[in-house]
């Protein structure tokens, strides 16, 4: 083996990889978020070497923006159009998403204003924070200011899966404990409605499997209200919702972490479970995410620990949270 | 306001996005993980919309990773070559990482051939699974059998630190309870060496915080070994590690997560402290991350939490840990 390359320029002052030769993609990005492993031998050398790839990432000055606008062509339709405000599209290396609400020609001027400014207001930048929640915060503020406020309609759709009027394409399991399905995150999942769920098991898409679980019962707005009295569901919840995913999917137990989000998206007791190898991972986060095995110990060790429990509280500073907690509120 | 475009295409049927006028970028990506948002206005239309841009996924076949390589040129060094075998390089819209042993001239073939067949094993894609670990598991597997066979070599390093005769340029604070630094994983962070500290205080880069906290004494391997004693230590590390963060980067007590691995990558007990805007979000997720917060709570709660608990153990099956839960021996 010669150490010397061709070119002189392992590993440090290479200008392009046109003097690597790929033998083999030894990591294809599945357990690794998308960085691509390339082995192969570089021009000159007998021993080979290795080459990641990651995606930079983009860039956001209004003129770098501006610029990569223009190069985004050849568009593909990524998913196909749904009536509504949005378009999905891939270029050759970027996801475009369009939303304009304009498109939406049977709606009023005014509604279609108001949507613009729900759509701009909720994707613009915002600094996320982390507050420390006692028991006496989530009693004073949490609950008493916050979920009191929002109307039961809110958690209709959850009503309208729990009774199979929606999403039976998706239902996966059904018991005196809770409700299991496809969450609609999952985006790579084949087709519910025309695709047959013997093609679902093993499917590519596993990868990224992301099942939802919502308990059965109208008692549990949050983790807070976890009490001893509900460990029966919780078990049910772990170990029959990954019997259920191993038995659709063919994803064992071992593959799946399986949490709880603090504070909830919605005020109706869920658990999700998603595959270790899933790209998208923000929402597993420990400030977040708790293990429902964590859970599970916490409550069996003490029946009132989410009574009594300090809980963390992740939000961004346009949440109505944050005003409690953060803002001029704060010490109201 | 007219709802019809002018090129009637509004949003499904767009093939590029030269009829949208940027007016102004609405997320940087900061906050979601370099999701980009553009707010403008398509020709005819009145009413603004939203472009929203992400990286898409590398492809990973062979043939594409094989046109992939050719495409990236112009590639700029990212961090000054040190000598090793690596080299860091940014391309247009790929970061590319080139592992070279062949580059170590001065080594062995014996020892480059080895270093590279880490590098392949390291890198190559593997089956990512989750134990939930018994104390007894912990004592007669985890403990007899791995944390054992560990040279204490393999932490010389930390203790290179703690003695501050290697990587002064990024100490950031020690007292009787532990050392923290600038954790080299931070790629963004000013130069350590050559950058006067008053210019890290609000850097652009603190978007991606990311520090290291050592515990000063040889008497806790991981997160198991954590009792009552070790309570101020870990306060320590909690609050006055935020406070120094502030002190030198500008970043909040609230802007941070702060937590613990389990397991570790080094059995020397140390925390880490992470923005919560940080883009590489892989080491948070809540089947190995412990927020020090709840650690903390925990062992206020009772002194032997941490003997007595249940943890999650998420492994490669290329790790040793894995043959000794999952393999041949997990029955032995």
New interface residues.
């Given amino acids: ?1 010669t ?3 061709a070119r002189g320029a ?9 003097a ?1 030769t ?1 033998d ?16 192969g031998t ?1 021009v000159g ?18 003129d770098a ?2 610029a ?3 190069e ?4 593909r ?1 990524r998913m196909p ?1 749904s009536g509504g ?3 999905y ?17 049977e709606a009023t ?1 005014a509604a ?2 108001k949507l ?1 400014k729900k ?2 207001a909720r ?10 929640e006692t028991p006496d915060m989530y009693t004073t503020k949490h609950e008493a200011q916050y979920i009191a406020a929002i109307p039961r309609e809110a958690t209709n759709w959850v009503r309208e899966i729990l009774s199979f009027r929606a999403e039976k394409e998706r239902l996966l399991h059904a018991d005196e404990h809770f409700v299991m399905n496809t969450d609609p995150k999952w985006t790579t999942h084949p087709d519910c409605e025309t695709t047959d769920r013997k093609s679902w098991r093993d499917h590519p898409s596993v990868v990224d499997l992301y099942c939802l679980g919502i308990y059965a019962k109208d008692d549990l707005r949050s983790l807070r209200d976890v009490r001893a009295e509900h460990l029966p569901a919780l078990r049910a919840l772990l170990h029959r919702g990954r019997e259920v995913i191993e038995r659709v999917y063919g994803v ?1 137990a ?4 399986v ?1 709880v989000h603090y504070p909830p998206q919605f005020y109706h007791f869920h658990v999700h479970y998603q595959a ?2 899933a ?1 998208e ?2 929402g ?4 977040r ?3 429902l ?2 859970i599970i ?1 916490n409550v069996e060790r003490d029946g009132d620990h989410y009574a009594n ?2 809980l ?1 509280l ?1 939000m ?1 500073e346009r949440d109505n949270l944050y005003r409690l907690f ?1 803002g001029d509120d704060a010490n109201s």
Same sequence: chains 1, 2.
């Fill in positions: 083996m150490s010397s390359s392992l590993p440090h002052e290479l200008e392009d990889l046109r690597f790929l083999r993609v030894i990591n294809d990005g599945r357990d690794a978020h998308g960085r691509v492993v390339a082995l570089f050398e007998q021993a080979q070497s290795l080459v990641k790839l990651n995606r930079a990432p983009l860039p956001s000055s209004t923006v501006r990569l606008l223009r985004v062509t050849s568009m339709t159009y405000e949005y378009g599209y891939v270029s050759r290396d970027v996801e475009i998403e369009v939303i304009a609400p304009s498109a939406l020609t001027e279609r204003d613009l759509h701009i994707s613009s930048t915002q600094r996320l924070v982390c507050a420390r064992k071992e593959e799946i972490r949490y270790l190898s790209k991972t923000t597993s986060s420990c400030e995410a708790i293990l095995e964590d110990d429990a300090n963390s992740k961004g953060f």
